[in-house]
Nanobody
Framework: QVQLVESGGGLVQPGGSLTLSCAAS????????MDWYRQAPGKQRELVAQ???????HYAASVKGRFTISRDNAKKIVDLQMASLKPEDTAVYYC????????WGQGTRVTVSS
């Protein structure tokens, strides 16, 4: 069993920055590939960023150059640093991993609006 708890969402103005955190349980966190997904109103959930063991990262084209995913294996935390935020980044952001099964956090809402 893996538990994921997100934090850090909120309201931010366009062009602003926000950092999301995901705290994970599990003894083998260092070998998990961790993802951040988001789901905007009326849209499908989409992969935003991924970090594999060894800090290999992948980003959706829409966020590349603006978002940075990182992990702290000792603290079992995955962060998503978001900069130059746009209204279209408004969504509920979810932390995810797949260890034989899919595990999702409860989500944290990000609203980009003036």
């Amino acid at each position: 069993q893996v538990q994921l708890v997100e934090s850090g969402g909120g309201l931010v103005q366009p062009g602003g920055s926000l950092t999301l955190s995901c705290a994970a349980s599990g003894r083998l966190f260092s070998i998990y590939t961790m993802d951040w997904y988001r789901q905007a109103p009326g849209k499908q959930r989409e992969l935003v960023a991924q970090i594999a063991p060894g800090n290999v990262t992948h980003y959706a084209a829409s966020v590349k150059g603006r978002f940075t995913i990182s992990r702290d294996n000792a603290k079992k935390i995955v962060d998503l640093q978001m900069a130059s935020l746009k209204p279209e980044d408004t969504a509920v952001y979810y932390c995810h991993t797949n260890i034989l099964n899919d595990y999702w956090g409860q989500g944290t809402r990000v609203t980009v609006s003036s």
